[in-house]
């Protein structure tokens, strides 16, 4: 089968301070586009592949399902493993396993390594989802000084929910939750918004305690499970188009359908869950996902500081090899020829 290999490059980014793999290097930066060493990029890559294992070992051994998502999953299709300018990494459970999984969490995550960062666990932490943090590494995301919570290089797991199927209701439930977000990012807001009256909103904003925004949207979420619905979302993240193409107002989210049975997927040489149905799902969300950006548009969500100097456990396998393996970008065309072996 014809592969594409790429070299390791660098990545592009919007970011304010030059820092150095072995520290925070204090250098500011020019809010031009940078560029980040690509050494730095891929151990971040490895460091949450690190924290995926972790995740995967507990939920195999507990029966607790997650998928792979978004551009997670884009990257096990695509590329066998990360997008290979992306910084990031995410999952998604549905609100009943990431309870079962919460509550495993206190006995199995090892600790010494690993933090599940949620607003129970961290009394900082203003977000609805849930954060596995490294411990031991550094990593603040330029505008998001004013959170005062446990920083870190980290895997994102989202928390779905089911979403109402009547078009009222939904609307309802999205103008809520949409007012939630805004007063949990209302400490970012009241300086980072260019908009004077919102900045004035959010002054007030900031004032109301994380645990009544945080509450309803739970409220919101429990609800809506109450009953099997033809869509799903994950009410506490800001971006709409997150999980699926924007629909109208009323009409966010992704099938439920998609996401009944789950099958195992190759990234970065191991074996994950994702969605049985995850072709459906990613042609869904990406217009055309076999097309690959123009270098000048790979940009990564721009960091402040950060600071990897921390040994990789990858389940024994060499650390090395994984610096240096260069990255597979797979056609729809080798795609298909895989899946007919």
Same mark, same amino acid.
């Given at each position: 089968?014809?592969?594409?290999?790429?070299? %390791?490059?660098?990545?592009?980014?919007?970011?304010?301070?030059?820092?150095?793999?072995?520290?925070?290097?204090?250098?500011?930066?020019? /809010?031009?586009?940078?560029?980040?060493? #690509?050494?730095?990029?891929? &151990? =971040?890559?490895?460091?949450?592949?690190?924290?995926?294992?972790?995740?995967?070992?507990?939920?195999?051994?507990?029966?607790?399902?997650?998928?792979? =998502?978004?551009? /997670? +999953?884009?990257?096990?299709?695509?590329?066998?493993? @990360? !997008?290979?300018?992306?910084?990031?990494?995410?999952?998604?459970?549905?609100?009943?396993?990431?309870?079962? @999984?919460? &509550?495993?969490?206190?006995?199995?995550?090892?600790?010494? %390594?690993?933090?599940?960062?949620?607003?129970?666990?961290?009394?900082?932490?203003?977000?609805?989802?849930?954060?596995?943090?490294?411990?031991?590494?550094?990593? =603040?995301? +330029?505008?998001?000084?004013?959170?005062?919570?446990?920083?870190?290089?980290?895997?994102?797991?989202?928390?779905?929910?089911?979403?109402?199927?009547?078009?009222?209701?939904?609307?309802?439930?999205?103008?809520?939750?949409?007012?939630?977000?805004?007063?949990?990012?209302?400490?970012?807001?009241?300086?980072?918004?260019?908009?004077? #009256?919102?900045?004035?909103?959010?002054?007030?904003?900031?004032?109301?305690?994380?645990?009544?925004?945080?509450?309803?949207?739970?409220?919101?979420?429990?609800?809506?499970?109450?009953?099997?619905? &033809?869509?799903?979302?994950?009410?506490?993240?800001?971006?709409?188009?997150?999980?699926?193409?924007?629909? *109208?107002?009323?009409?966010?989210?992704?099938?439920?359908?998609? @996401?009944?049975?789950?099958?195992?997927?190759?990234?970065?040489?191991?074996?994950?869950?994702?969605? *049985?149905?995850?072709? +459906?799902?990613?042609?869904?969300?990406?217009?055309?996902?076999?097309?690959?950006?123009?270098?000048?548009?790979?940009?990564?969500?721009?960091?402040?500081?950060?600071?990897?100097?921390?040994? !990789?456990?990858?389940?024994?396998?060499?650390?090395?090899?994984?610096?240096? *393996?260069?990255?597979?970008?797979?056609? &729809?065309?080798?795609?298909?020829?895989? %899946?007919?072996?």
């Amino acid at each position: 089968m014809d592969k594409a290999y790429g070299n %390791r490059g660098e990545c592009l980014l919007y970011g304010q301070k030059n820092i150095s793999l072995k520290g925070v290097h204090e250098e500011v930066m020019e /809010t031009e586009k940078k560029r980040m060493p #690509a050494e730095d990029l891929r &151990k =971040l890559q490895l460091i949450e592949l690190e924290m995926l294992l972790e995740v995967d070992r507990i939920c195999r051994e507990n029966e607790i399902t997650y998928f792979l =998502l978004a551009g /997670t +999953a884009l990257g096990a299709v695509r590329h066998k493993g @990360f !997008i290979p300018w992306d910084d990031d990494l995410d999952l998604r459970m549905t609100r009943g396993e990431f309870e079962k @999984f919460e &509550k495993v969490c206190e006995t199995k995550l090892d600790t010494s %390594r690993f933090f599940l960062q949620t607003a129970r666990t961290d009394p900082g932490y203003r977000w609805g989802y849930a954060k596995v943090r490294r411990k031991g590494t550094e990593y =603040l995301r +330029a505008g998001q000084e004013a959170i005062k919570c446990m920083s870190g290089v980290s895997i994102d797991i989202f928390i779905i929910d089911n979403m109402p199927d009547n078009h009222f209701v939904s609307g309802i439930y999205q103008l809520l939750r949409r007012g939630c977000i805004k007063t949990l990012w209302s400490v970012i807001g009241v300086t980072a918004d260019p908009n004077p #009256a919102k900045r004035l909103l959010y002054h007030g904003l900031r004032h109301v305690p994380k645990e009544v925004p945080l509450g309803i949207m739970e409220w919101l979420g429990k609800r809506a499970n109450q009953k099997e619905t &033809k869509r799903q979302y994950c009410i506490s993240f800001y971006r709409r188009d997150a999980f699926a193409k924007m629909g *109208k107002w009323y009409d966010q989210g992704v099938a439920s359908e998609w @996401f009944k049975d789950k099958t195992e997927i190759e990234f970065e040489g191991f074996m994950f869950y994702v969605c *049985k149905d995850y072709m +459906a799902y990613l042609e869904n969300k990406y217009t055309n996902m076999w097309k690959y950006p123009p270098e000048s548009q790979r940009f990564i969500h721009p960091p402040k500081s950060y600071s990897f100097d921390v040994e !990789i456990d990858l389940r024994g396998r060499s650390v090395e090899e994984y610096m240096n *393996k260069e990255y597979l970008y797979l056609t &729809k065309e080798d795609w298909e020829k895989e %899946r007919e072996k």
